[in-house]
């Protein structure tokens, strides 16, 4: 995938709910052979998974930290990734990215993705 591009970050109250979308175009494969993940980075941090989806969609992964408040999903037809966040915590504020791979299927690291989006910011406060 040669382009990425994330919208629907914004801000939010704590325990409020954003979509983020990711949008995938110039690709070299079809879209619904390449595994897709968001991804966060907090200022002064590191990058660090934040949920992972397979090709087709079946299999999910989801960090520790976010299990039962975030849902990842895809639309294949559309060439689009979501990111479900519900009941955020001002600890969710980060600059959040989406990213493909065409084979790290369930990956929530970083390093073996090959293609990422400019990101888009997420702000909870308290």
């Known amino acids: 995938v040669q382009q990425l591009e994330e919208s629907g970050g914004g801000s939010a109250q704590a325990g409020g709910s954003l979509r983020l979308s990711c949008t995938a175009s110039?690709?070299?494969?079809?879209?619904?052979?390449?595994?897709m993940a968001w991804f966060r980075q907090a200022l002064g941090k590191e990058r660090e998974g934040v949920a992972a989806?397979?090709?087709?969609?079946?299999?999910?992964n989801y960090a520790d930290s976010v299990k039962g408040r975030f849902t990842i999903s895809r639309d294949n037809a559309k060439n689009t990734l979501y990111l479900r966040m519900n009941s955020l915590k001002p600890e969710d504020t980060a600059m959040y990215y989406c990213?493909?791979?065409?084979?790290?299927?369930?990956?929530?690291?970083?390093?073996?993705?090959?293609?990422w989006g400019q990101g888009t910011q997420v702000t909870v406060s308290s």
């Open positions: 110039i690709i070299t494969y079809p879209y619904s052979m390449y595994c």
């Open positions: 990213a493909a791979d065409p084979v790290m299927c369930g990956s929530l690291v970083h390093y073996e993705y090959n293609s």
């Open positions: 989806i397979y090709a087709d969609g079946s299999i999910t």
